[in-house]
């Protein structure tokens, strides 16, 4: 069996996604955010700082590059990543970051009161949504804000064309899909999207894909389930 029927069978292995991204770290690849994707976190700290909220938990560290924004602007910053080599160059940063899994977050209820996830949660496939978006909430406080961003598509999951060694695994989710799956979750407050830019604004599919991004803001229930 090879790497993309593995990938397809088991579309949910985090091993298989961790060993992707400590590739692409140790190569020194930091992929740039796009201008859109900066506005939207500078309307998310101002948010924060309007509502009071002092700390923030991110889903998908990645390299730091929104981590150290948000320390930049005051907000106490604790990330999680799956890639130990994503793990260990945020370390460097001096932030807070250690490795963990979105499906089971080693934190107690209603730890942070603000959570930011961007392009991580569209690795993790429809049978497994809703116990990750559970999870997320278990560890935010009551009607905190969880800022998610996602690449679009017509509710297919499929591996990335653009990926030679171990293709990474993406369920890529319409607007309306992504509406009806979070809302089950709290109320959508915020859902703006931007199309796809060129070269290094560019998202995954290698020029294959049709996607837009998705930018929305979900707030917890008032009182935990």
Known sequence: MDAVENALE????????????NRRAAAGTEHPLAPQRVEQRERFISLLKAEGRHNVLEIGSGMGLDGLEFVRAGIHYTGVDLSEEHVRR???KGLDVSVASARQLPFPDGTFPALWTMSTL???????????????VRVTAP???????????????????EDDVEPRFFSRRSDATVRQVFGRHGAIEDFVTWP???GEESGPGAGTWTQHYQF????TPASPK
């Open 10 to 21: 088991e579309p949910g292995n985090e091993q298989r996604l961790a060993e992707f991204y």
């Open 122 to 136: 569209l690795h993790v496939p429809a049978t497994d949504i809703d116990g990750v978006l559970r999870e997320l």
């Open 196 to 198: 796809e830019g060129n």
């Open 143 to 161: 009607s905190a804000p969880i800022a998610v961003g996602l690449w679009s598509g017509e509710d297919e999951e499929v591996l990335n064309p």
């Open 90 to 92: 945020s370390r460097a």
């Open 216 to 219: 929305l803001i979900l707030r």
